[in-house]
């Protein structure tokens, strides 16, 4: 019995798999300043969601407001699941 062992311990993915391409920066920014029109959504490529945020004025601005947030804390995700944070 020849059982491949992996190398990493689990867990331990790699840490630059995990976060975007996407800037912490100009995401704070577009969601500030477009987010009622959800131009961040689409700018990570949640399209669909960001059609939603249009017609509805970013959830009457309460949509926007919570993204903005997640974002700031780190726990915004792009399209992949990867998530969009300072790397600090």
């Known amino acids: 019995m020849n059982q491949a062992v992996s190398e990493r311990p689990m867990g331990t993915m790699n840490q630059q798999s995990q976060i975007s391409d996407k800037g912490y920066v100009p995401a704070i920014l577009i969601c500030l300043f477009l987010g009622g029109l959800g131009v961040h959504r689409f700018w990570v490529g949640k399209i669909g969601t960001g059609i939603l945020m249009l017609?509805?004025?970013g959830g009457l601005g309460i949509?926007?407001?919570?993204?903005?947030?997640?974002?700031?804390?780190?726990?915004f995700t792009d399209k992949e699941g990867r998530l969009i944070?300072?790397?600090?």
């Open 63 to 75: 949509w926007a407001l919570v993204d903005l947030i997640m974002i700031i804390c780190g726990k």
């Open 85 to 88: 944070k300072s790397e600090g």
């Open 55 to 57: 017609l509805t004025f």
